[in-house]
């Protein structure tokens, strides 16, 4: 009798590990985020929230801003560049289908290493909505270079652009959201804050600091009523690459992404990090395989995981020496 009960236990094991085994190779998020979106809320759910959107200007952001406005929120729309702002507006207000009106987007040109102006940059938005439901600190820089080939100075310039400038924006919005007791920061991280990649180690670091950071804040937030929600996107088709940082200060990467590459569409993924955001997850994993099971591999066998980048890590520097 125990013999049998014993198999039909292990048989109802096997049975429920091969369902998650089929919905995990099946899927292009992590099996959490896969479920919120079939049974969880839409983005919709967020309509006439305020959210502001930093790197709104293109790839994943902008992509963000066209969801978040075909939802119906409002949103303040930040980058450098005024007039791709602009241009995303003038989208967003089509993707609307009259959702929202031309007064319901703020665009607000940022720099994000300019930390001094970032005080000044809150109380504008505050002045003119009053208030900020979430912020998305999406804006960031790639980097593809080997590690020997770096000058420290471009781990600097990184560290400002996608660690220190989102904390110094976090930090000069924070006040109005405890003040409130309400709100949500949401961060574009990436899997390769998962894991370490070859032929990034800028941007690597960076990632991984970043998830440090604001895994530390979720925790001291949650009495204030503050979500923290940290999005790791993996490939994602966008002009990533052709802005990327390299070794040298002040040079770009400047090549295009192939159309014939495994990667994710900046569309696929804006709705799928509107998903996290709507149903407030801690942290979601975007990406089509063999990333994406790969980062379940690191986070469930760690040893074997990095014997397996250090294999497949020869086929990267290829690339990189190649130019690609």
């Known amino acids: 009798m125990f013999l049998w009960f014993l198999e039909v236990i292990v048989g109802l094991a096997l049975v429920i590990a091969l369902g998650w085994a089929i919905i995990l190779l099946m899927s292009d998020a992590d099996v959490s985020l896969i479920l919120k979106a079939k049974y969880g809320k839409q983005p919709a759910s967020l ?10 200007s293109s790839g994943i952001g902008e992509s963000i801003a066209y ?27 089509v993707s609307a289908k009259h959702k929202v009106k031309e007064e319901d987007i703020l665009v607000l040109p940022l ?25 998305i600190n999406n804006a960031g820089k790639s980097q593809r270079a080997m590690w020997m080939d ?8 990184l560290y400002e652009v996608d660690v220190l400038g989102p904390l110094s924006l976090t930090q000069a919005l924070l006040p109005h959201m405890i003040e409130r007791k309400q709100g949500q920061i949401a961060v574009v991280s990436s899997l ?25 804040l979720r925790i001291e937030m949650a009495s204030n009523n503050i979500d923290v929600t940290i999005i790791c996107p993996g490939p994602v088709f966008s002009n ?32 799928l990090s509107c998903v996290a955001i709507a149903n407030n997850q801690y942290e979601s994993w975007i990406s089509p395989h063999p990333p994406l099971v790969l ?30």
């Open 150 to 157: 770096v000058e420290l100075s471009v781990d600097q310039f």
């Open 47 to 56: 309509a006439g929230k305020i959210v502001w959107v930093t790197g709104a």
């Open 240 to 271: 990533a690459r052709l802005h990327a940082a390299t070794g040298k200060m002040g040079e770009e990467a400047g090549t295009q992404m192939d159309s014939s590459e495994k990667r994710m569409t900046a569309e696929r993924c804006a709705y």
């Open 295 to 324: 980062i379940y591999i690191v986070q469930m066998l760690p040893d074997l995981s990095k014997w397996f980048m250090q294999k497949i890590g020869s086929k990267r520097i290829m690339a990189l020496r190649e130019g690609k």
């Open 192 to 216: 390769a804050g998962k894991t370490g990649v070859s032929g990034m180690r800028s941007y690597c670091g960076a990632k991984h600091a970043l998830q440090g950071y604001f895994d530390s």
């Open 111 to 135: 720099d994000l290493v300019d930390f001094n102006s970032h005080s000044k940059k809150v109380q504008e938005v505050l002045e003119y909505f009053n208030k900020v439901d979430i912020l």
């Open 67 to 93: 969801c978040l406005a075909e939802s119906g929120c409002k949103l303040i729309l930040s980058a450098r560049r005024t007039e791709e702002l602009e241009r995303v507006k003038k989208a967003c207000l």
